[in-house]
């Protein structure tokens, strides 16, 4: 069983709608979790941290962490192209960080 | 505001030569961590290091692959005897404490000929 679970997607969204995406993992002592925004070609990118139950906004962006489900989401709002990248979600347990393999995401003009 | 910092960017190596990828942590940062990405695939932890210190290398390969963060200067990833399955991107990650937020470097690109 893997550490963290994304869906490879690819997903696809219109621009100016909301783009869902969903992270599981595994260990229930996991600590801190954090979304990266990667872009081809490039080395990834903060765009979120959560570390308590509920949401987090930020801009456009927000985090929705359920540690009773061991579930974490990134939603985006009024998605443009520029979001067009790989977002990948991390775990920290507190020995070590855990990444999915990332979720492809296509923002359609 | 130096970030984290990798160099060189772009390294081609024939089999059977070293590669030695090299990472300044950002400013401030003691906790360094390298990772490897091949092609569509996601990012696999190797090395989680402190200052004169390895203490995570569970994901490293036990030949071949050597890392270390001296007192002074960057953190060293040395790859001995390259092999075509070495050619990938390799990130460094810094982060201020072991539990929190990694800002990643540029990466190096390995490519084994």
């Known amino acids: 069983q893997k550490e963290v679970e994304q869906n490879s997607g690819p997903l696809s969204v219109p621009e100016g709608a909301i783009a869902s995406l969903n992270c599981t993992y595994s260990?229930?002592?996991?600590?801190?979790f954090f979304w990266y925004r990667q872009y081809s070609g490039k080395s990834p990118e903060l765009i979120m941290f959560?570390?308590?139950?509920g949401d987090k906004e930020d801009g456009r962006f927000t985090a929705q962490l359920n540690k009773a489900s061991q579930y974490v989401s990134l939603l985006i709002r009024d998605s443009q192209p520029s979001d067009s990248a790989t977002y990948l979600c991390?775990?920290?347990?507190?020995?070590?960080?855990?990444f999915g393999t990332g979720t492809s995401l296509t923002v359609i003009p | 505001n130096a970030g984290v910092m990798q160099n060189p960017r772009h390294l081609v190596r024939r089999r059977g030569q070293e590669a030695r990828l090299r990472c300044s942590p950002m400013?401030?940062?003691?906790?360094v961590y390298w990772y490897r990405q091949l092609p569509e695939e996601g990012l696999k932890f190797m090395v989680y290091?402190?200052?004169?210190?390895?203490?995570?290398e569970s994901g490293m390969p036990k030949e071949r692959f050597s890392a270390e963060f001296p007192k002074e200067g960057p953190s060293i990833l040395r790859i001995q005897q390259v092999v075509r399955g070495d050619s990938a991107a390799y990130f460094c990650?810094?982060?201020?404490?072991?539990?929190?937020?990694?800002?990643f470097g540029p990466g190096t690109r390995l490519l084994v000929l």
């Open positions: 990650a810094s982060s201020a404490a072991d539990r929190e937020t990694q800002y």
């Open positions: 260990d229930r002592g996991s600590q801190s």
């Open positions: 959560i570390y308590s139950n």
């Open positions: 991390a775990v920290n347990t507190g020995n070590q960080f855990y």
């Open positions: 400013k401030g940062h003691s906790h």
């Open positions: 290091l402190q200052k004169e210190n390895i203490i995570d």
